[in-house]
């Protein structure tokens, strides 16, 4: 049996155009769920006779449109990330996070992976020569086209298993 290990090669990687896409979607669908959740709130209120939605409202104001935007983020990435490995633009473009083998990270390292997106200018940090943003790098985690790691990974392990003899 062979003891090959799959590793991501870097012509997996998404292209830097549609990780900027990936922003820009995920971007409109953090919003998006700021207004559902204040809907939820406005209706869940309204139906009990609550009065939640002044205490949302001080919430909110609290913590200002950046505090908001981030608390949301937060748990827009941990669940995505943590349940399917992508996000919403991840999945309209075709990319997912793997590991280095490329398998879906575990919970821990999409945490990892998610906190350091608070890290100041993390967003600018793909223009340095590593071409990777922080949060991979340090999350050791890659962003990759879904279909070509498929094909590579099936490739991979085909091709380990010649020579070895089917034992059914």
Known sequence: MSNSVYIVEKKLFTSDRDRFLNCIIDFFFIFFSIF????FVIITG????????????????ELGMLGAYLSFAMVYYLVFEGLFGRTMGKIITGSIV????????????ICIRTLCRLIPFDALSFLGKSERIWHDSISKTYVVE??????????????????IEDTN
């Open 98 to 109: 793997v590991n280095e083998n490329g398998l879906k990270p575990s919970f821990g390292i």
């Open 36 to 39: 559902i959740v204040t809907i």
């Open 146 to 163: 879904k279909k070509d790691l498929e094909k590579d990974m099936e490739m991979f392990y085909n091709l380990n298993l010649i020579g």
């Open 46 to 61: 309204n139906i009990f006779q609550w009065d939640i939605y002044n205490s949302w409202v001080e919430i909110m104001i």
